[in-house]
């Protein structure tokens, strides 16, 4: 299901789009979403991993701020989060593209980058990619990185300048 | 129905009608994270794909789509006779 998505996307940015399938997998959603794909930027060791670090998103924190977003959005329609002990299912192992991960991986910087080497846009590669997951203005991720007290705009301008 | 602001800006993430739509997103996703875990229950439990359909409210056949490959992953045994 994965080849139209990302053929053009370079083996590093294929290793963490892959990576993002499971996550998805994991956390038992129907759909691979941005979120997911942030979730699997976070943990692949590349320097945006650790841009994402040092404005306060490590894996972990991610981990939380969706946890809490989550809850923040249920509450809003007077629900209380359910236990993960009652939602545990064994998972849906084929996980479908979302709407969010499409746009992310649109709204990338690599057209930035087409007129450099490939291997420096091999580089940037999962940097690019995760411009496009937080220049999405509505939604999941910017939500939870709002919660989180983080400077999305900050954020996306340090990635620029890699 | 007023019309929208003209102006191109973005709606705040956290707005009053963000939070309204984001908890459709947060619904959805616990309805079908909580109908995985009920099916799979329910199915252990020892119950048919008829009557875990007529308990959601939709046909055999929507449920067996949806749910059938999964759980035979699992190592449900599927009961197939009283249908």
Redesign the interface.
Same mark, same amino acid.
């Given at each position: 299901m994965s080849e139209q998505l990302h053929d053009d996307l370079g083996v590093t940015l294929k290793t963490v789009i892959t990576a993002s399938i499971e996550e998805a997998i994991r956390r038992?959603?129907?759909k691979v979403e941005a979120e997911h794909l942030l979730l699997s930027i976070a943990a692949s060791g590349d320097a945006a991993a650790q841009a994402l670090a040092d404005a306060g998103l490590d894996y972990p924190a991610i981990e939380a701020a969706l946890q809490d !977003?989550?809850a923040? $959005? /249920?509450r $809003? $329609?007077g629900?209380e989060p359910?236990s993960d002990e009652? /939602?545990? $299912?064994?998972?849906?192992?084929?996980p479908v593209w979302g709407a969010s991960i499409r746009d992310a991986l649109r709204r990338g910087d690599f057209k930035a980058h087409r007129n450099r080497g490939s291997a420096e846009r091999e580089r940037l590669a999962v940097a690019d990619a995760l411009i496009g997951v937080l220049r999405a203005? /509505?939604?999941?991720v910017?939500?939870a990185i !709002?919660?989180a007290g983080v400077d999305r705009a900050a954020l996306i301008a340090r990635l620029e300048r890699f | 129905m007023t019309p929208p602001p003209s102006n191109q800006q973005s709606p705040d993430p956290t707005g009053a009608e963000a939070d309204d739509l984001a908890a459709v997103v947060a619904l959805r996703e616990l309805a079908d994270r909580l109908e995985d875990a009920a099916v799979e229950r329910a199915m252990r439990a020892g119950w048919s794909w008829s009557q875990v359909a007529e308990a959601l409210g939709v046909t055999r056949q929507a449920v067996h789509k949806k749910h059938h490959r999964r759980l035979e992953t699992a190592g449900i045994e599927l009961r197939r006779r009283n249908v």
């Open positions: 038992g959603a129907a !977003e989550r923040r $959005a /249920l $809003a $329609a629900i359910v009652r /939602l545990h $299912a064994t998972r849906n192992s084929r203005d /509505l939604g999941t910017p939500r !709002e919660y | -």
